[in-house]
């Protein structure tokens, strides 16, 4: 099973940007589905965005579309999350997962997760 750590949380100005970072151990991760997941305090854990094994296909929250861009890196073994004119509500923790199901946004789907990153997004 594919192991997940998350980096580049940090606080931002509304309107600023920041890129997430999941690094994946093991030799399998080119064939995983990748998502994209925020919690923010006293919410549930909601879907922020997906992405197929190639790359091509990507998927995304209506709150985020135009806003953040999920891309990955299979010979690096990292997905990202790039987050433009970021707003308060965006503030939460962030994790990425990973799936062998097609295009879910159910949380439950995903079975292996990273410890999370925080995103402050300040106004």
């Known amino acids: 099973q594919v192991q997940l750590v998350e980096s580049g949380g940090g ?3 509304a309107g600023g940007s920041l890129r997430l970072s999941c690094a994946a151990s093991g030799r ?17 854990r909601e879907f922020v965005g997906g992405i197929s094994p190639s790359g091509i296909s990507t998927y995304y929250t209506d709150s ?7 891309s990955r890196d299979n010979a690096k073994n990292t997905v990202y999350l790039q987050m433009n004119s970021l707003k308060p509500e965006d503030t939460a923790v962030y994790y990425c997962a990973a799936t062998m199901t097609m295009r879910t946004y159910s949380a439950r789907d995903y079975n ?5 990153t925080q995103v402050t997004v300040s106004s």
């Open 28 to 44: 399998t991760f080119s064939r995983y589905h990748m998502g994209w997941f925020r919690q923010a305090p006293g919410k549930e």
């Open 11 to 13: 606080l931002v100005q």
């Open 112 to 116: 292996a997760w990273g410890q999370g």
């Open 64 to 70: 985020v579309k135009g806003r953040f861009t999920i």
